[in-house]
């Protein structure tokens, strides 16, 4: 932790911007063939031959996306990655590099930012992609994390989310609304913490929520998945903002409307009991919590069969046309309208529920 005040403190400015990235990114090795210079230039340079290349980058900022006051700096940077790569494998393409830019106070010393670079070299371990570049800088305030990921597919592999027809069936991998509680019992044993510093967590129970939220994985399987499935989805997103605000994104972009199950939505039994316990509602949690980092995504109704028995997926609907609306049909078979609740990066209240 950074309080602990007989840690290893060695100041940043010691070692200058270049010794800085030199000595950050010493553990950094090359595995692509697509990669053909990477750190150590002016701009790293990739060859995807006859393939298209696939990029999207994202930004983490200390107070808004991330609390380190729970949050380990390894796992951030393993996390930090996760969200980014998860976009790439969003569009059913195959991850391969990623840039990490840094904007760093000087209340972090060097070991910190090693912490942070061992989670960002673990999970471009885990999914194999190369780090090739990036950018250091000063914050006056905290710490902030971009990062770009870059990847390639087959132009006919490429999955956006606009191709979702009428009478296609949504499908969603994995559970929903871990994560979100996961941060719930984190802000919680915070308070107490905040109360009474000599109270020590007892997180058993809730293990899996709290891996959940500190260290999502991403569902990097579920392109070769559905290859061997022989389905080609129709249309894809990632679940980072919460089921509903992904699945009325599809909607908009596809010009759809949709009609979710609530009795078919996929939850892990220990939300069940958690949510049981801080006395709020699992669907409304499964529905609105977001980074699961899960995939959403439209199939055509002819691959139900080559779906329905696969445990790695479940059928939560299907697409109707845009002017019925997108709506939730409750158990108690009652048509609700979805709205949006989920995160919203321009909103400076970021309550998810």
Not at 206 to 219: C, D, G, S
Not at 335 to 341: D, V
Request: charged share 25%.
């Amino acid at each position: 932790m950074l309080e602990d005040k007989n840690q290893k403190r060695t100041s940043i400015a010691s070692l200058g911007e270049f010794g800085l990235i030199e000595h950050l990114t010493k553990h950094f090795k090359i595995n692509q063939e697509s990669t053909l210079k990477s750190i150590g230039d002016d701009a790293a340079v990739l060859d995807f031959k006859d393939k298209k290349a696939v990029i999207s980058t994202d930004l983490l900022v200390e107070g808004v996306h991330f609390d380190l006051s729970y949050m380990p700096l390894k796992h951030l940077g393993y996390k930090a990655v996760v969200a980014n790569v998860s976009d790439i494998c969003a569009m059913n393409a195959i991850p391969t590099q990623i840039t990490v830019s840094l904007a760093v106070s000087n209340r972090f010393p060097l070991e910190a930012l090693e912490e942070l670079m061992a989670g960002i070299t673990l999970a471009s371990e885990i999914y194999n992609v190369d780090v090739i570049g990036g950018d250091t800088t000063s914050s006056q305030k905290g710490l902030i994390i971009s990062i770009t990921a870059i990847g390639e597919a087959l132009l006919e592999d490429l999955t956006y989310r606009n191709g979702a027809n009428v009478g296609d069936l949504l499908v969603v991998s994995g559970d929903l609304g871990a994560a979100y509680m996961g941060l719930q019992v984190l802000e919680r044993e915070k308070q107490v913490f905040q109360v009474n510093p000599n109270n020590q967590p007892i997180l058993d129970d809730y293990t899996y929520l709290i891996e959940r939220q500190l260290k999502p994985e991403v569902r990097k399987d579920i392109k070769g998945i559905l290859e061997k499935l022989e389905i080609k989805p129709t249309a894809m997103i990632d679940i980072s903002d919460g089921l509903s605000s992904e699945i009325l994104h599809l909607c908009k972009q596809s010009n759809v409307g949709c009609n979710l199950f609530e009795e078919k939505i996929p939850v892990d039994p220990q939300l069940i009991n958690v949510c049981e316990e801080f006395n709020l509602d699992i669907t409304t949690i499964a529905l609105n919590g977001g980074e699961d980092y899960e995939l959403l995504f439209t199939i055509k109704m002819e691959d139900y069969n080559k779906i329905k028995h696969n445990p790695n997926f479940t059928v939560i609907g299907h697409m109707v046309a845009e002017n019925e609306g997108a709506h939730l049909i409750t158990r108690a078979n009652t048509k609700i309208g979805l709205k949006a609740r989920g995160w919203n990066a321009l909103e400076e209240n970021n309550d998810t529920i």
